[in-house]
């Protein structure tokens, strides 16, 4: 799935887990650790005692549901990964198709025919047989009810028809044929269970779970815990731990001490700070890896409906390429990526992050050296567009002031930090930036709805980027004036881009299908939907001294958590329960220098998709 967050980013941590273990109530002394959200309940609670097969991890992600056919959110979406297994998987080693339910495939009639043939004995978590039909519905579903099309309905666009002919086939036909493996990113769900429920584009989803992944979600309780336990069942082999429990947090210090107490196991989405103060302490292991997540400045450049019925109440200054251009020559990214990340990035400049070499449009693109930093040439970009410059410095057009909102979420020292530059650079080039700081929960409901000029936003992409291209087509924009119905990352529509789109999803010629990309890319950019900023390396702790063999993706030298896959906890043991004797990741990774993935550490996982802060491919 996207790195909906998938989406915002972004959208943000992985799991391990188990089978049946009892939950211990939160001791006395834990209760009043600061920073944690406690459960009403204590016979509900997350184990606060060091159970050796349980590890927990510290979240303050925001689930919209756990429903796998609606929910766009990073934090939700990471945990599908676990929970169900896909038609076809990624690897963990460079990120291509490799084997899923689908033991292996073959392409027909010039690539319209994908033909999957499953594994075999593969079972649900409840012993019922994982087939065929399991697949054709899910497809099917997201293909006839646009409710249930929400998350993932790109993945099916171009399907014209799937066909179940036997228990272990399954043919997809394709409307016309495309590069991208059609079995990818869409958690298969069990048929026996949700063509039983009345409605299950409202179905919660959040608690007896039955999946076909490492682990299963057992249970939850809204900005507490999310409880998974390990399915025995899992076709690759059963987790060496019981259960992993995501504990809420309303901080990232917060988080921090609590991994340093021992309170957590695992930490992502730390500051560079954080991370440099982590080295050496007793028991922690602090890893740095290649992110796959791009982290930007989105704007309200016009919102509206798939039909075009204008939403929301953004400035309409922003409806002009040439202001949202003149922001961009007014952002000085490198000050941003070496002042705020330390570094530990890479410069951002389309949303496909470098950790792809392949597809990311290069620093050095022409499209890119035309609208890079300058002051000078944002302020006459400014002059010309008709935006004169007022006697207190700020731009004025038809009588009214160039002065546009940034939400910063107010407990994300990230976003404050890129707010006290960005609002300065603004007033140069004659732009009033009004800083709207507060919690994460308002921002995604004002971008939502389409109430807000600019806001923090990122996405974390999956190996093959059609994904994160698609949901920046016309179709993808939202299908009702409240926001809601599909899943843009920008609302960001151009005719233009979508022609190549479709011209990317049918190019089997790899080379070509690049060059169509980067075109895409290019005209993005130009069109400056939102400035990219930086492409972070992810940032994560966990107790070693606890727990041993993460695995990596990719496998050279990327991160453990918010992976495009299920690698990342699949195989965590205890440490001494015959599991490595080296208390690093996947035995012997070695930790090098990274940063967060920008998670945004606060009610929400930072990067969202659309506008809604934190969604994964991943």
């Not at 056919?69 to 990073?74: G, K, N, V």
């Not at 409840?126 to 497809?139: E, H, L, N, R």
């Not at 993706?553 to 015959?578: L, R, T």
């Amino acid at each position: 799935m996207p790195t909906r967050q998938r989406k915002h980013l972004i959208r943000a941590l992985s799991l391990a887990a188990a089978a049946a273990i009892v939950i211990t109530p939160i001791s006395a002394a834990n209760a009043a650790a600061p920073g944690r959200v406690h459960a009403a309940d204590p016979s509900a609670t997350p184990s606060a005692g060091k159970d050796a097969k349980t590890m927990r991890i510290a979240t303050s992600g925001f689930v919209d549901s756990f429903n796998p056919w609606t929910s766009i959110y990073l934090l939700p979406t990471n945990i599908f990964r676990y929970v169900y297994e896909n038609l076809v998987q990624n690897s963990d080693v460079d990120g291509s198709p490799t084997k899923g339910l689908a033991d292996h495939w073959k392409v027909e009639d010039g690539g319209k025919k994908w033909v999957f043939t499953l594994q075999d004995g593969l079972k649900w978590s409840d012993g019922k047989p994982i087939t065929s039909a399991d697949v054709q519905y899910t497809y099917e579903q997201m293909m006839t009810n646009p409710d249930l099309a929400v998350a993932n309905g790109s993945f099916v666009s171009n399907f014209a028809d799937v066909k179940a002919p036997d228990e272990k086939t399954v043919v997809i036909d394709l409307k016309a044929a495309q590069a991208p493996n059609p079995g990818i990113e869409v958690p298969i769900l069990p048929k026996h269970v949700w063509e039983k429920i009345s409605d299950p584009a409202k179905y919660a989803n959040d608690k007896d779970v039955v999946g076909s992944g490492p682990f299963l979600l057992e249970s939850y309780k809204p900005n507490q815990f999310i409880t998974l336990k390990a399915n025995p069942t899992f076709w690759r082999g059963a987790p060496k731990i019981d259960k992993i429990q995501y504990i809420y947090y309303t901080n990232s210090d917060a988080q921090v001490q609590a991994l340093r107490s021992g309170d957590v196991d695992f930490v992502s989405g730390l500051t560079p700070t954080q991370f440099q103060a982590l080295k050496g302490a007793t028991g922690i292991t602090e890893h740095s890896g290649i992110g796959r997540r791009f982290s930007s400045l989105s704007f309200n450049s016009g919102l509206k409906t798939v039909d075009g019925q204008a939403f929301g109440d953004g400035n309409p200054a922003l409806q002009d390429v040439n202001v949202r251009q003149a922001i961009r020559l007014g952002t000085d990214t490198k000050t941003l990526l070496d002042k705020v990340l330390n570094g530990l990035g890479n410069p951002g400049t389309s949303f496909i992050p470098s950790s792809y070499p392949q597809w990311t449009l290069p620093t050095d693109d022409p499209s890119v050296t035309a609208l890079a930093y300058d002051p000078e040439k944002a302020k006459q970009k400014l002059d010309d567009a008709g935006w004169k410059v007022g006697p207190d410095g700020i731009r004025v057009k038809d009588g009214k002031k160039l002065s546009l909102r940034l939400f910063v979420d107010s407990t994300d020292p990230t976003e404050q930090a890129i707010a006290q530059y960005f609002q300065p650079w603004m007033k140069t080039i004659g732009v009033e930036i009004q800083q709207v700081a507060t919690d994460s929960d308002t921002i995604n409901a004002a971008t939502l709805a389409g109430n807000y000029d600019i806001y923090f936003s990122g996405w974390s992409v999956g190996p093959d980027p059609d994904y994160q291209l698609s949901i920046n087509t016309c179709s993808s924009l939202p299908t009702k004036t409240d926001g809601t119905g599909a899943t843009s990352q920008d609302g960001w529509c151009n005719p233009e881009y979508d022609t190549m789109y479709k011209q990317s999803l049918t190019e089997t010629d790899q080379a070509k299908r690049e060059a169509i990309v980067q075109k895409m890319l290019q005209l993005n950019y130009t069109d400056t939907a939102q400035v990219v900023y930086w492409f972070a390396n992810g940032l994560e702790a966990y107790r070693s001294d606890r727990f041993t063999d993460f695995r990596m993706m990719p496998a050279k030298g990327g991160i453990i958590a918010n992976q495009s896959g299920y690698w990342g906890f699949m195989d965590v043991a205890p440490v001494g329960d015959g599991a490595g004797s080296d208390p690093g990741p996947n035995v012997g990774l070695l930790v090098t220098g990274g940063v967060i993935l920008l998670v945004i550490i606060g009610a929400i996982i930072f990067i969202v998709v659309r506008r809604r802060k934190s969604a994964d491919v991943e």
